[in-house]
């Protein structure tokens, strides 16, 4: 398996400081899962086995960065990741997805990373080929003689003359200098691609299972390939992708996607909150929720799911819960469910001096998104330390007096803010619009004011 990021604790707070704003004690706890991992690989064999994963519970209202914390880290690390949420899933014997199906997904996510790895190291022979059939394509058998196609490189393939090593080779350049970009040429492509899939069901429900009829067949049916008349530029991506796709050994991306998903997969279960019997006892709605926590118990200890690409393990499958716990406790799970999650972190509310921060510092910020969506209209948006403040005052304010979303609320007051902005920017043509408190201030104050009308817009 390819070797785990050996990242220290240290350097993966400071990797994920640079998205996600606050929040120290959740960092901590998934830079040292993250690290356990690699130390985990680096013990005796015999003992590497015994080593389960410290699952980690987080606790949180919404918009405090739960899942993007989960999400970077993956990111980090390079690992599948999937996110669910446990409100989706029930008790076998009810209608909802299976827990089973969650590896199923995980599996397919690994599955695609990895062939997209393994399609950029045949990325170079890809395009040799790619090449040859283009200079196939352009230099038919049946051609005029006496014709030459080097003179006129808008003629049409069946012009083209007989084709030779010289004149390929001076096709070559051209073709390699774009000289043919624009030309149509008729190409063979796979009759079967993008064929439809099929869903199939099973005892636990009706999953997606992504089989096409071709595979089914095996070899008892040829190929089919029919013309297609494209572009050269269109062309050269197909046909570069259709031989990425048959260079690639999808036994080998099955076997390095099964073990990098049993080794280093992440799997980030949202709203786990929600399937806790909670203080409403354990009546209607209810029925099915310890039902829910007994079916992820197994996958959470460690089982194997069958999927279409083989058996996967889920022992080393790193799990990440997160759930506001408003209503129920971490303590009303069932306690097999709770003993699965060892480490439990509280992620704090955001306050007006963390919305500030979340304005003005990460790499992605909100304030840079909308600078340079109204860059693309030839609108400068320039943002006064002021007018930040003043956005992350009434966005503080209207989570005080009504539901406290977190984050989120920022983008609801930033649109609300720069409605006109966004309407008008296509006429404004080449101009500086300053966003200070004064600028903040004419267009908010009115609607915050007006608790009622702010609990509807904003």
């Known amino acids: ?5 050996n990242f220290t604790p240290r350097e993966v707070v400071s990797e994920l400081d640079r998205y996600i704003v606050g929040q120290d004690e959740a960092k901590r706890a998934v830079a040292i899962a993250l690290r356990n991992r690699w130390r985990r690989q680096q013990v005796p064999e015999d003992l590497r086995d015994e080593i389960a994963p410290k699952n980690i ?3 949180g209202p919404t918009g405090v960065g739960k899942t993007e914390v989960a999400r970077r880290l993956a990111r980090l690390a390079q690992a599948p990741f999937i996110k669910v949420e446990a409100s989706k899933f029930t008790e076998v014997g009810y209608v909802g997805r299976d827990v089973e199906s969650i590896i199923r997904d995980l599996t397919e996510i690994g599955v695609a990373l990895v062939l997209e790895e393994e399609k950029c190291s045949v990325a170079t022979k890809a395009d040799e080929i790619t090449e040859e059939r283009l200079l196939d394509a352009l230099l038919p058998p049946a051609r005029p003689p006496g014709f030459d196609a080097l003179s006129d490189p808008t003629a049409t393939a069946s012009e083209e003359p007989e084709p030779g090593a010289e004149t390929r080779e001076k096709l070559r350049k051209l073709l390699r200098q774009g000289a043919f970009d624009d030309r149509e040429i008729d190409i063979e492509v796979d009759e079967n691609a993008g064929a439809p899939t099929m869903s199939i069901f099973t005892p636990q429900g009706v999953e997606e299972m992504g089989v096409q009829f071709k595979d089914l067949l095996g070899g008892l049916m040829p190929q089919k390939t029919r013309q297609r008349r494209m572009k050269l530029s269109a062309a050269r991506s197909m046909i570069a992708a259709e031989e990425a796709a048959r260079l690639v050994d999808m036994d080998r991306v099955r076997e390095i996607a099964i073990e990098r998903i049993e080794q280093a997969g992440i799997v980030f279960v949202d709203e786990i909150d929600k399937v806790a019997a909670g203080v409403e006892g354990r009546s209607g709605a209810d029925v099915s929720r310890e039902g829910v926590q007994r079916d992820l118990l197994p996958i959470v200890e460690g089982s194997t799911v069958q999927t279409k690409h083989g058996p996967v393990q889920t022992d080393h499958v790193l799990f990440i819960a997160a759930g506001a716990f408003h209503v129920a406790k971490p303590s009303d799970l069932i ?6 999650f060892p480490i439990r972190v ?3 509310s955001l306050s007006r001096d963390d919305f500030v921060r979340i304005l003005k510092e990460p790499q992605n910020s909100l304030v840079l998104q909308y600078v340079e969506l109204m860059r693309t209209e030839k609108v400068e948006l320039v943002f006064e330390d002021d007018g930040i403040d003043a ?5 503080a304010l209207v989570n005080e007096r009504s539901d406290d979303i977190g984050a989120r609320r920022l983008h609801t007051v930033m649109e609300k ?4 902005v966004s309407f008008d ?3 404004l043509g080449q101009v500086p619009i300053t966003i200070d408190e004064e600028f903040v201030r ?7 004011q007006d608790e009622d009308l702010s609990r509807f817009i904003l």
């Open 442 to 448: 004419e267009r908010l104050e009115e609607l915050v």
């Open 346 to 348: 509280e992620l704090s």
């Open 57 to 59: 519970i987080m606790i």
């Open 1 to 5: 398996m390819r070797a785990l990021q």
């Open 417 to 420: 803010m720069l409605e006109e």
């Open 391 to 395: 956005i992350a005052d009434y966005a």
């Open 425 to 427: 920017a296509p006429d």
């Open 335 to 340: 306690p097999e469910l709770q003993g699965r």
